[in-house]
């Protein structure tokens, strides 16, 4: 495909000898007419939440290719081009890392260059058969200077270019030969206006400017510049000029690709005001919330799910329906399992999506999978769509990342319109991964006739409330996070939850974990006696996730004998209950109120006062809030 005027990106890694450092990244490439740095520098700015371990760039200038990189965060990388400026070009490239272990250096930290440092290169992925290419290379009297994978790509890229003399080319050439997951970017000095870059698995997306062109793992990257973007397939090659966007499979064919318009601007990227993009993102919550639920309910008032393009009639075909997901989605897919069974009967398992393929799951065409994930890119989770897929099932994919890989290999997708999340911890998201589960779940009831249309209609009309609850819960956090504070210098949280609970005080619990590094555990309050009820001691602090009275009072009743067995035993708790229930009084250390919802919709308003508990101690306790350590936004690695 050629397409006259225009540009995309991609991330990286860094493997140790005979040690993995699977790379998770952001990448950007950048030809045009502004200074490469500058926009280069930028675009790592906002993908620095998908890895921020090391950092680095390449500008082509004055016929030559000049490189800085550092470990540590892109703020080392800012010092280090202050103290050693680079000359000023037009073309560029850059890179921040995540690896999952080993120690990561200036070394390896990209981009890595050939001998000549004519050519520059910036990676994510795993290059599988890199060791085998590094004993040839070295053979053939290449010097490799660190300890990556992707450096055999440098001097590769180098090779074929010195016979073809065509960056695009000279790509496909390496491609070919490369094993793994793997998306690249690169540079030549001898093709100073020409960026090239190479997808598979990992995300590369085309910004498409006046005269400019970008490449990024990520549209935040490039939004400032363009909302034009053109989305790349798996195993294809594209090469960027100033004026032209020319997409290539491996084979040198030319590829079908799908353009977009990026519909949220800039300042949905910025922290608008906000300290943290996590403070924020929890403040977006009634916004994402009511936007989630747009444009569902047609004229008639009956529900429509346009971009779920299983029939009705299959849907009548479904006998079970398996969740997959990991970390927060997987919560939100095991609230989902309530009231999936509760509305339409169907069996409903929710599953880690990095155990899923392992155990051999019994899987068929008559098997609905739900696929949730936020960034679309979650390697667990797109195994496991692979897996169930090939098996016959339909897949369903709830995303919050338009064109990203999980929506675009499934069979339908449903769009969370949370807009970006940037803080590694994922809090929006959640929340509205939540409202699409209910909107699948009451779609399921309408098409296969388990619930009649006023209760439907019932249902909608709590859940069109609840971005105005949610806002309430926003209004009285204030003794939440003097709470917190006093709670900075605890070693352990526990949370117990009962039915939909449950899954809230896992969630809790894991932000806690991420957030404020702190030992934190959730458990099924009931599970309490067979076990984790030897943790109490005095003083530990104990957050307890009340159901409603109104609801299934026998799940209130025993959970408020599960408050008195843990205060007994010298717990601080601190109860989440709605507003109206005295029972909790006598027995909560400390009240957090939550408005009244029916029993299925509480997880909406009582995860809340959770996220905004974690936030407030991770800042207590000095912690990096949007870049947790040892974290990464995007686990595009299994
Ligand atoms: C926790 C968190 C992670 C993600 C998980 C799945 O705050 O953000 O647990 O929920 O990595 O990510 P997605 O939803 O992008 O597949």
């Known amino acids: 495909m050629r397409i006259s005027e225009f540009g995309h990106a991609e991330g990286s890694f860094g493997l140790g000898f005979g040690l993995r450092l699977p790379p998770m990244c952001g990448i950007v490439g950048y030809v045009g007419s502004q200074s490469a740095l500058d926009v280069v520098m930028a675009g790592l700015k906002r993908l620095e939440y998908r890895g921020y371990d090391s950092a680095g760039v390449a500008v082509l200038a004055d016929g030559g290719l000049a490189a800085a990189k550092k470990a540590g965060k892109l703020i080392n990388l800012e010092k280090e081009l202050v103290d050693r400026p680079l000359p000023t070009g037009t073309t560029g490239i850059g890179h921040t890392r995540w690896a999952t272990h080993g120690g990561p250096t200036d070394a390896n930290a990209h981009p890595h260059l050939d001998n000549a440092g004519r050519v520059a290169v910036v990676h994510n992925g795993i290059i599988e058969n890199f060791a085998a290419l590094r004993a040839e290379l070295e053979e053939?009297?290449?010097?490799?200077?660190?300890?990556?994978?992707?450096?055999?790509?440098?001097?590769?890229?180098?090779?074929?270019?010195?016979?073809?003399?065509?960056?695009?080319?000279?790509?496909?050439?390496?491609?070919?030969?490369?094993?793994?997951?793997?998306?690249?970017?690169?540079?030549?000095?001898?093709?100073?206006?020409?960026?090239?870059?190479?997808?598979?698995?990992?995300?590369?997306?085309?910004?498409?400017?006046?005269?400019?062109?970008?490449?990024?793992?990520?549209?935040?990257?490039?939004?400032?510049?363009?909302?034009?973007?053109?989305?790349?397939?798996?195993?294809?090659?594209?090469?960027?000029?100033?004026?032209?966007?020319?997409?290539?499979?491996?084979?040198?064919?030319?590829?079908?690709?799908?353009?977009?318009?990026?519909?949220?601007?800039?300042?949905?990227?910025?922290?608008?005001?906000?300290?943290?993009?996590?403070?924020?993102?929890?403040?977006?919550?009634?916004?994402?919330?009511?936007?989630?639920?747009?444009?569902?309910?047609?004229?008639?008032?009956?529900?429509?799910?346009?971009?779920?393009?299983?029939?009705?009639?299959?849907?009548?075909?479904?006998?079970?329906?398996?969740?997959?997901?990991?970390?927060?989605?997987?919560?939100?897919?095991?609230?989902?399992?309530?009231?999936?069974?509760?509305?339409?009967?169907?069996?409903?398992?929710?599953?880690?999506?990095?155990?899923?393929?392992?155990?051999?799951?019994?899987?068929?065409?008559?098997?609905?999978?739900?696929?949730?994930?936020?960034?679309?890119?979650?390697?667990?989770?797109?195994?496991?769509?692979?897996?169930?897929?090939?098996?016959?099932?339909?897949?369903?994919?709830?995303?919050?990342?338009?064109?990203?890989?999980?929506?675009?290999?499934?069979?339908?997708?449903?769009?969370?319109?949370?807009?970006?999340?940037?803080?590694?911890?994922?809090?929006?998201?959640?929340?509205?991964?939540?409202?699409?589960?209910?909107?699948?779940?009451?779609?399921?009831?309408?098409?296969?006739?388990?619930?009649?249309?006023?209760?439907?209609?019932?249902?909608?009309?709590?859940?069109?409330?609840?971005?105005?609850?949610?806002?309430?819960?926003?209004?009285?956090?204030?003794?939440?996070?003097?709470?917190?504070?006093?709670?900075?210098?605890?070693?352990?949280?526990?949370?117990?939850?009962?039915?939909?609970?449950?899954?809230v005080a896992l969630e809790g619990a894991l932000k806690l974990k991420e957030l404020a590094y702190m030992h934190a555990e959730g458990f099924a309050a009931g599970e309490l006696k067979h076990g984790p009820i030897a943790l109490i001691e005095e003083d530990l602090p104990v957050v307890v996730v009340v159901p409603s009275p109104r609801g299934r009072s026998v799940l209130h009743d025993k959970i408020v004998s599960n408050i008195q067995e843990i205060r007994a035993r010298g717990a601080r708790t601190i109860v989440i209950a709605e507003e109206g229930d005295e029972t909790v009084v006598p027995y909560a250390d400390h009240l957090i109120r939550i408005p009244a919802t029916p029993t299925l919709l509480q997880p909406l308003v009582a995860t809340v006062p959770l996220q905004v508990f974690a936030c407030e101690l991770a800042t207590a306790r000095g912690n990096e809030v949007d870049q947790p350590r040892n974290l990464a936004k995007s686990v595009t690695v299994e």
């Open 140 to 503: 053939r009297g290449h010097a490799l200077a660190s300890e990556t994978d992707t450096e055999v790509v440098a001097h590769l890229l180098a090779e074929e270019f010195s016979s073809c003399a065509d960056p695009a080319e000279a790509m496909r050439l390496v491609c070919r030969r490369l094993e793994g997951a793997f998306t690249l970017v690169a540079v030549h000095a001898d093709e100073p206006d020409v960026v090239v870059g190479a997808r598979r698995n990992s995300p590369l997306v085309v910004g498409v400017g006046e005269g400019e062109a970008f490449l990024a793992s990520d549209v935040a990257a490039f939004i400032a510049h363009t909302r034009s973007a053109i989305e790349l397939g798996q195993d294809q090659v594209v090469e960027l000029r100033r004026d032209s966007v020319t997409v290539t499979g491996f084979d040198g064919r030319p590829a079908d690709v799908r353009s977009y318009h990026i519909d949220w601007d800039a300042s949905a990227a910025e922290k608008g005001g906000y300290d943290y993009f996590m403070l924020k993102e929890i403040a977006e919550q009634p916004k994402a919330v009511a936007d989630t639920l747009l444009g569902r309910i047609d004229d008639s008032g009956s529900l429509t799910l346009d971009e779920v393009r299983i029939s009705a009639a299959e849907l009548r075909e479904v006998d079970k329906v398996v969740i997959i997901a990991c970390g927060t989605a997987f919560h939100a897919g095991l609230i989902a399992k309530y009231a999936i069974e509760h509305w339409t009967r169907i069996p409903c398992e929710v599953e880690l999506a990095s155990e899923f393929r392992y155990r051999d799951p019994i899987l068929d065409p008559r098997t609905l999978v739900i696929a949730i994930s936020q960034s679309g890119e979650t390697m667990d989770t797109l195994m496991a769509l692979r897996h169930a897929r090939e098996q016959g099932s339909k897949v369903l994919a709830i995303c919050n990342t338009n064109g990203s890989t999980i929506p675009r290999e499934s069979d339908a997708v449903l769009y969370t319109h949370a807009g970006p999340e940037v803080a590694v911890a994922s809090t929006k998201a959640f929340l509205t991964q939540l409202v699409a589960c209910y909107l699948v779940a009451l779609y399921l009831g309408q098409v296969r006739g388990t619930k009649w249309g006023d209760e439907i209609d019932a249902v909608i009309r709590d859940l069109s409330q609840i971005s105005g609850e949610v806002e309430r819960v926003l209004e009285t956090m204030e003794p939440v996070r003097a709470l917190a504070r006093t709670l900075a210098s605890k070693n352990t949280v526990l949370f117990l939850g009962r039915h939909v609970g449950y899954p």
